[in-house]
């Protein structure tokens, strides 16, 4: 295993073809990573394969993109149960899943239920829906209990003000640093509560290797540097 390096606080590890394979090339570069599922069916097939990777832990996840009104609340609740580490979960309110949102909002109500009595890390997705997140995970008790990750934080100023003095952490990389915005709330987020991620690959079956990672993660390190002098991207990590 190479010295540790950096830390990806949200990858979809369970988007590509082998992750086990890219797990291990990871592991050689010296990365350690928080592989987010989207489904508790990916969730226990993708731990299936990296349970006995060191440098990987993986997140039990439902992501609002997916949530079909079926049985989801029920299988991630249960799937919870068994890990400390939770997500992609959170809220999507864009118009292309907003349809959803009743069925959205019982699952991650599920989730934080099942988060509530302490201990979790949960990495949240929040389109359009930051304040109602915070308001589901304040209401169930895992906003006092978890550590609470905002991936890729997209909200108002208000709710950013809010997350932060919530104590939440936010997790940020490239394509939110890409934004005006994002890096303004790079600025803002408390630096020992802010981590690095790459969110990667960008949809599923993309060819997206370990180096493709650690590459994305240098870029965002050096802009996260050049907004917070003082910053340590290698102390910014998890485990």
Known sequence: MGEARLFDAHVHLDWLAEPARAAADAGRLGLRMLCCTVSPKGYQHTISQLNGFDDVRVAAGMHPWFVDGGTDAEKIASAIEGTDWVGEVGLDFGRAHV??????????????????????????????????????????GAL???????????????????????????????????????????????????????????????????????????????????????????????F
Not at 123 to 128: D, K, L, P, Y
Not at 160 to 168: D, H, I, K
Not at 180 to 203: I, M, S, W
């Open 99 to 140: 349809a959803t949102k009743k069925d959205q909002l019982r699952v991650f109500e599920a989730v934080a239920e099942a988060c509530s009595y302490g201990g979790k890390t949960i990495s949240v997705h929040a389109v359009r829906s930051a304040g109602t997140c915070l308001d589901v995970l304040d209401r169930t």
């Open 144 to 238: 006092a209990s978890c550590r609470c990750i905002f991936h890729w934080f997209s909200g108002t100023s208000e709710e950013l003000v809010r997350a932060r003095e919530a104590g939440c952490w936010f997790s940020v990389g490239e394509r939110m640093l890409a934004t005006r915005r994002g890096r303004e709330y790079a600025r803002q987020v408390p630096t020992d509560r802010l981590l690095l991620e790459t969110d990667l690959p960008e949809h599923e079956g993309d060819a997206t290797c370990a180096a493709n990672i650690a590459a994305s993660l240098d870029r965002a390190a050096q802009t996260l540097q050049a907004l917070r002098p003082g910053w340590d991207p290698r102390s910014a990590r998890l």
